[in-house]
């Protein structure tokens, strides 16, 4: 299974292509237009999500709901596209009206400098454009028809907020989804502990009122993923590792951690391993789940706990400093519609990617052209594994 996507942050649409999805998967739009609505919430958002209202077309690939295994070919119109149809033109050359927001003031945090550096663009805008996470919609859209796989294979999943500055959700870590997603549902910030609300809203507002913004941490628990998904032999065969470059590949990430992560490093060992049980009815478990539910680059039964670390909101309303491309003078740097804290919709982008690996994994190691002949493949496999 593959996916590509395409397109601008104000370009007409959004564009996504996925190849390998099992003939016969029924997909729900309405979840993904769920998930969709989720992405654009949060407190802390800017103003553009106030003009977006996401919605997937299907365009390819799905009959009657039901997946056809041709590959599903995904749109998602950029409303704001409207205000920017001159500027974002793909066919009229540029003119005076064009130019206005060119952007030559590199952001620091961005694309921008390095990606004009890179491709020989003097409008930076052809950089950010696509640099954007507004891209990141189209990867939730595709992980909403990914998760509908896993949740047909009894695998859930669920991203949420464990940090944002310095202000921490709770640390009594739950590994039950459905516990995890009647916690979260009950605030605007998709964190476990409510009693940390008020704070973080507060700290938001200033954060905001200061020009200045925050990044976080985001915590994402997939529960009943089979052991020996990914593999030992080979380091590009290790699932913990593609995860880790799922998660990185997410627009503001700066760091990935499996299980108890930085925090095992600074243990003992016998703090660390998870010792290792058996009983007749559930086969192989474990005692407990520092290691996050792998061992060996492979999925170990025990539910996945990966984090991420978001980095700050890049530009500033309060700029850095920068130095304009045509003139080298010293001069403050871009400020572009922004918002102050991304922390809430970038959990449901972790969520979605890290869904998107896990159904890759399992497609490409089952037969999967067909989605009832997976169910009962994962289902034998599942046997297989307790009777070991
Ligand atoms: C959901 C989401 C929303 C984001 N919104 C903004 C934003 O409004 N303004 C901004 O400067 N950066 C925003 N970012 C971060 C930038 O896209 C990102 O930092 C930038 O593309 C540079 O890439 P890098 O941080 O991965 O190096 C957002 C990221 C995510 C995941
Ligand atoms: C458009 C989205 O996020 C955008 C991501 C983003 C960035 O630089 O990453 C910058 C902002 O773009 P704009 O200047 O158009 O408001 C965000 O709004 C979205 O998440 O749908």
């Given amino acids: 299974m593959y996916f590509l996507t395409a397109g601008e942050s104000h370009g007409p649409q959004l564009t996504g292509i996925i190849e390998g999805i099992p003939a016969g998967l029924k997909i729900n739009v309405e979840q993904i237009n769920l998930a969709l609505a989720a992405r654009q919430g949060g407190y802390g958002r800017g103003n553009r999500q106030k003009i977006e209202h996401d919605q997937v077309q299907i365009v390819g690939g799905l009959r009657h709901g039901i997946a056809l295994g041709s590959p599903l070919a995904l749109t998602i119109k950029n409303r704001d596209h409207a205000h920017w149809s001159k500027i974002m033109d793909p066919i009229s050359p540029e003119t005076a009206e064009n130019t206005l927001r060119r952007v030559d003031r590199p952001r620091p945090g961005h694309a921008d400098l390095v990606g004009g550096m890179k491709y020989r ?48 959700g709770s640390k009594d870590f739950p590994t039950n989804v459905e516990q995890i997603e009647k916690k979260i549902t009950q605030n605007d910030l998709r964190i476990l502990d ?46 913990d590792a593609k995860l880790a470059a799922a998660v990185m590949g997410v627009n503001a990430m700066k760091g990935v951690a499996i299980g108890d992560g930085f925090t095992a490093a600074e243990n003992f060992g016998s703090e660390v391993m998870d010792p290792i049980t058996w009983n007749e009815g559930n086969g192989w478990s474990r005692l407990s789940n520092h290691l996050g539910g792998f061992e060996g680059g492979m999925t170990n039964g025990m539910p996945l706990i990966i984090q991420a670390a978001m980095k700050p909101i890049p530009t500033l309303y309060k700029a850095l400093q920068s130095i304009n491309l045509k003139t080298r003078e010293v001069q403050k740097a871009n400020v572009e519609r922004s918002d102050t804290t991304a922390i809430v919709p970038a959990s449901i982008v972790i969520e979605s990617v890290v869904a998107i690996e896990l159904a890759k994994i399992i497609t490409d190691t089952f037969e999967s052209s067909n989605m009832s002949r997976l169910q009962k493949e994962v289902t034998d496999y599942r046997q297989e594994l307790k009777e070991y």
């Fill in 121 to 168: 663009h003097q409008d930076l805008r052809n950089v950010l454009e696509r640099s954007s996470a507004r891209e990141t919609a189209m990867r939730v859209a595709i992980g909403s028809i990914c998760k509908q796989l896993l949740n047909q294979l009894d695998i859930n999943l669920i991203g949420y907020v464990q940090k944002i500055g310095k202000i921490e």
């Fill in 194 to 239: 409510t009693q940390q609300v008020t704070a973080i809203h507060e700290l938001i507002d200033n954060t905001k009122r200061d020009g200045n913004t925050l990044g976080g941490i985001i915590r994402v628990v997939a529960e009943n993923v089979p052991a020996g998904l990914g593999s030992y032999i080979s380091w590009d065969t290790k699932l």
